[in-house]
């Protein structure tokens, strides 16, 4: 099977370099010191049994974290990170994740509890490994990585030659020649991202086989890994003898099922190995690859891209492996992971040859000149094995004192990286803050998720047969259509409000400057708000709140707010607070206050040290990727702050309270406080049923309210309604400012999915 | 009860001249001749058990015409031209609506159906009016003005005065006030507005009390009109002696119903008189006015608004009429409406002295200077009586050659103009077609409907209970709000299609020039189109159909649509016709195809002239507030003239079919041509399953088909879906350039009211 002439005739450089990735990794939890922990999967992780992304592996203990199929290796890089993300999140406060594949400080083998998942099937199977291999080596843990070529190749291939006359044989024939010369070259992959060259002593029950001082770069990879007994052995020369070699092992009870065959290479896409036969090979799973502690996920970007390349390098090429070529593979590569990862490795001149021709593959499918460089820095490993990664980690170990000290040092690291910025994805940072914490929920709650769409925040989730779509965090087909249609036009909404009997304030809308002036006298003495009929960002709004008192001072704020907008409205004022209940259902579960950008004076800092102070605080940043602004001193806030008699470097006095701005935006520095606790039950219900009436299943209800503690009257005294939002905002709830957190996405997740066990 | 000082002290001018009004309307169905029909109530209209704008008064030929209450007379007065122009266009071809009180070519009395109304006591009531006053007398037809103060200045004026201790009282005070005055001065009215000089000989049985060429002011305000005999006087001094007066009359059998007491004001609001000393009187009917011959819908705005300062003026003046001078007003009406309405009125000084009094009212309320210019246009009809209504029908009557010959000829002038602008309701031509379309419908089949915001195209739909809301013709809470964000995203749209197993073209997005160039090999030879991600207008699109073969007409094309969006995308171009398919609920209403702008030759004329001569169809002009656009001979139209080697002044030859554009848009000039019936039906099924797809109720889909005959087979080539669109456009199939028109609004009502009998 010939590809190499058939890729450079046809132009298919670009379609060759596509493909799908998944990559699952496998790790222990572990207390701050390192030792493995003897507590159960986290029950914040939803269910087993349905879980795409948070799964446990061997044991209870041994989390593995399953990213879904990405067309690039950047998305698969970020779901992974985002994975660990939520997981590090969700950690019980002295739990952490060790990155190196062997564990360290391994319980008694007896307290070790295999993983507790549904099926009883799955855990009896388990107790088997136990049985035959023992529960250490079953501890071990590492990368799979998942690649399929893209079947637009495939089919373009399959018609380019003329050696197949099925497409399904030709796949799976393109298919083994991948897994047969990796196996024969995987060597290569090994000397230079092997990272296991050393375990503590207690890992060997019959005491360790490493000598004093000595490394080797792949203790996962040698006879004392994870490994089948020797004498199981199958053929790769093509599918019809490898379903006869597996199932012979299986049939003989040498393997319990066709899974506990460990090839660095399995055929994916079939439950059982004979129905390839008839649906051809999907994709291979390759689980060579030790965790890179270096890295918080377990693997680096650049490693991922450069097994890529090896992985289409091992197509490119014109031979293909036969059996002997598998066996020498196989070989090869136990005496690589025995080596000296400091030293060279024996086949380096095999290895450079190798790596030359990637490097002249990379050039001739256009695979650009980072690909190149990824190569050439790994061939420059082969002259210099200190720059290998197993090197780099023995140098750690020794700097660290140890190999479990090494891992928890780091696991700390992460954890607290990941604590950090709590509220992110840090991968999906371009997305809204809130539909960020939508997919947290839903990556930890085990939804299946598709991101259709990043710049627009749509996203696809998926339990059993049930789909649902989300747009910004919030916008769903529990909403119907007409609600938002009504809540955009607040002429609309006060009408259908007063209908339903709410207390709306009065507001008549004109289309001209001399009409509204001519109806001076409707509003004259009246507290009024005068306002362009559409504009969310407090522009072109006047509020005599003593009552308006002559026809110049109305027509100058009629003539301000006509700027924004083609018509305006006259409304009555309220006096009173304003609060933000956010609603969902039949239920208030949020209810804000929003006070304007401000500080509280200490005697002894300025004004500015007061607002830098201030602003240092984690929540506040930029304000469109993080929950809170940090306070500006630009004009407006220096013309606030000269209404109150002071500048920037005035010392207000101890407990003295500053005003930066009028307004009570959170987009302006504001501070957001949860009152859900403190707030009157009545209003929560008025806020129910305001969002009722509008049609609408999540609701921002804005209602202006003198005392919160009084129970509501019907009166525009007691309380009115000024706004309701579709769409509302979640962060300003999920990160407040100061009081409880309410995590709104999740109720979101529960009103799509009720079903879903969490 | 003097309220002229407490509305001048306390400025409530404007509040004065705030009030909701309505108009009932009666008129008859006529033959072409203008004679009376006697066929039943068009079965068009729905039920009249419910019909809230359309019913029949007595007889079934007598058509009831109510607009809902409005806060101005020219909301109130659109409402009326509305309805009218419903009717109009609803009735069978050979009916009109007789223009004039008095019924012309009655048939023989006993041919005359009383109204069957679905509440026998209601057919009942009608039989015994027969008893009482022959039918004739009740075929008279007339416009009921009902007007209701604002409870605000009501309030006010409560709150302002202390001669009345209880709200309601001093409201029936009020409006007692205004009757009182109304009847005392109401023949005023008559003089000025009287359109009822004559009739034909047959209307009265034992022959016209009318000398020969004798010309009244108003026989429908004579005693040979519609009124009670002489002995039944009610009292409106006060509601006790209303309530004990009426019900006299009531018990001892001289009326069968309160309703028969048939005065020119009624006191509104209650079911029985007795009510009004609960609740008071909420509003006054004026049941004075004749039909106004000169206007399509009875009445001209201009006169309803100097009825509603004649109304004001009641309540200004310091004085109140009592019994007696109710008693001289009635007797003065039926002697002016026995004088000749070409000479002057005997009271005509009264009647100065009141149009004098009535603008300097005016003034001095602000009501401005067109209302004061009504007043004094009046005022001049004292002096020169040939000004008044009656005077000018007469001489209309007299030129016609009869009264039955006049009418008919309005009658058929009135219905042609309806017809003429069949597309649209011209009193709200303000709005959206596909609007109007529906707001036709809904008033037809007889829901109450309240235009919530006319710019944005928002109506509230109520039958019983059932409340819904419409936006733009067709966006409701049958759709779910996921619905249109998905359709509004194209890629969201084409990968939940692709899932649910659809034909949708392969596309790939770009955020670069570079990116998109360097995937070049991907679409060589292929037939794409490369078009920005969010556009509606059509620019920034190329196509290359014959498939794309050099890269740098791809990068050139690349380029266009990044100028209007940075998102891209190059997509499968599908060879076929494009046609779009209205899907409503689990059905395909209508298929339409849209053909570019073109003309064909017939041998003699220029392009231009073929041009201005397509463009002269009715339904072609600016395309806004028409369904379809007049072709333009500009630019491009010029260069795809060149293209054909033609001009605008080459004379194609005959059936030489001409390409003004390339484009299919209808708003570029192009024809829209029904083909639901010609359209296999594999395609209409294919459209309901995408709308399903997409979770919609309302989807308007984009199918690419090459031959609609053949059955849809599963493959690109057979047929694909480019687009689903929310809110799709309906008056390109309401009203088609060619082909059969669907009614498209009318499945709408019929979907958001499935409880409506039509």
Redesign the interface.
């Known amino acids: 099977m010939k590809l190499q002439q058939i890729i450079k005739n046809n ?5 060759f370099q596509q493909g799908t990735f998944g990559i699952e990794k496998e790790s222990q939890r572990v207390h701050q010191d390192g030792s493995v922990v003897t507590t159960a999967h986290p029950k914040a992780f939803g269910n087993r049994s349905f879980h795409p992304y948070i799964q446990t592996d061997f044991a209870e203990s041994q989390l593995e974290l399953i990213t879904p199929p990405n067309k690039t290796l950047e998305d698969t890089m970020r779901w992974l990170q985002t994975i660990h993300e939520v997981v590090l999140r969700s950690l019980p406060g002295d739990e952490y994740i060790f990155p190196m594949s062997m564990p360290a400080g391994l319980p008694p083998e007896n307290e070790i509890k295999v993983a507790q998942l549904d099926n009883p099937e799955d855990v009896a199977y388990r107790e088997h490994l136990v049985e035959s291999y023992g529960a250490y080596k079953q501890m071990v843990s590492g990368i799979h990585y998942n690649f399929q070529f893209s079947p637009e190749l495939i089919d373009t291939l399959f018609a380019a030659q003329n050696e197949y006359q099925s497409a399904v044989e030709f796949q799976n024939a393109l298919y083994l020649k991948l897994a047969k010369n990796f196996l024969r070259y995987q060597w290569v992959l090994l000397y230079l991202l092997a990272a296991t060259p050393t375990v503590d002593a207690n890992y060997f029950k019959d005491g360790s086989p490493l000598k004093p001082n000595q490394y080797v770069r792949s203790l996962r990879s040698s006879q004392y890994g994870y490994v089948n007994a020797p004498e199981i052995k199958v053929s790769f020369d093509s599918i019809p003898q490898y379903v006869e070699t597996l199932e012979h092992w299986v049939n003989s009870g040498k393997l319990i099922a066709e899974k506990e065959f460990y090839s660095n290479v399995r055929l994916r896409g079939a439950k059982k190995a004979r129905e390839f036969l008839e649906t051809g090979i999907q994709y291979l799973e390759f689980r060579l690859f030790d965790l890179n502690p270096f890295e918080p996920n377990g693997i680096a970007l650049d490693d991922a891209k450069f097994i890529h390349y090896f992985i289409m390098l091992m197509i490119w090429i014109d031979e293909t492996a036969d059996g002997d070529g598998v066996e020498i593979g196989k070989a090869r590569l136990a005496e690589v992971a025995w080596e000296d990862p400091r030293q060279p490795t024996q086949y380096a001149i095999e290895g450079e040859m190798l790596l030359s021709e990637m490097i002249n593959m990379l050039e001739m499918i ?1 695979a650009g000149e980072s690909a190149v460089e990824i190569a050439e820095d790994k061939l420059a490993m082969f002259a210099e094995p200190q720059l290998t990664l197993g090197a780099r980690v023995v140098d750690e170990i020794e700097k660290a004192g140890g190999y479990q000290a090494f891992g928890a040092n780091l696991a700390r690291v992460y954890k607290q990286n990941a604590l950090d910025t709590f509220y992110m994805l840090t991968a999906f940072n371009n997305m809204e803050l809130s539909t960020q914490a939508l997919m947290f929920d839903v990556i930890q709650k085990g939804l299946k998720m ?1 991101i ?2 990043e ?2 925040q ?1 996203l ?1 989730l998926q339990f059993g047969d049930h789909v ?4 910004n965090g919030n ?12 809540m955009e ?1 607040k ?2 909404t006060k ?2 409000l007063a209908e339903a009997g709410f207390n709306v304030p009065q507001s008549r809308e004109f289309t001209s400057l001399e009409q509204a002036v ?2 001076y ?2 509003f ?1 003495g009246k507290a009024v708000v005068i306002k362009p009929k559409s504009t969310n960002f407090g522009l072109g709004i006047t509020i005599f709140q003593q009552g308006v008192t002559n026809r110049e001072d109305f027509a100058k704020a009629v003539e301000i707010a006509f700027r924004e907008d083609k ?1 305006i409205m006259v409304e009555d004022y309220l006096v009173g607070t304003e609060y933000r209940f956010f609603v969902l259902g039949d239920q208030t579960l949020a209810v804000l206050l929003r006070v304007p950008a401000n500080v509280t004076g200490d005697g002894k800092s300025t004004v500015a040290e007061l607002v830098a102070a201030k602003n240092a605080h984690p929540l506040r940043g930029d304000g469109s990727r993080t929950p809170l602004k940090k306070i500006a001193l630009g004009d407006i806030e220096q013309l606030q702050l000269k209404e109150q008699g002071l500048t920037v470097d005035s010392v207000p006095a101890d407990g003295q309270l500053v005003q930066l701005r009028a307004n009570s935006n959170i987009s302006t520095g504001g501070d957001s406080i949860d009152m859900t606790d403190e707030m009157h039950d009545s209003y929560k219900q008025l806020a129910v049923g305001i969002t009722k009436a509008m ?1 609408a299943a999540v609701c921002g209800v804005d209602l202006i309210i003198p005392d919160l503690k009084k129970p509501a009257e019907n009166s525009l005294s007691s309380w009115g309604v000024i706004e309701a939002n ?1 769409n509302p905002m979640m962060m300003m709830h999920i990160f407040p400012y100061a009081g409880k957190s309410r995590r709104l996405t999740l109720d979101v997740v529960k009103m799509l999915f009720p079903e879903l066990p969490v």
């Open positions: 132009r298919l450089g670009l379609l256009g598709e259709l769409d710049n627009d749509f696809r649902e779509y989300v747009k916008m769903t087909s529990y909403d119907s259509y007409i609600s938002p249609l009504i036009n002429v609309v009408k259908v001519a109806n006298a409707l004259e018509e049609g579709f």
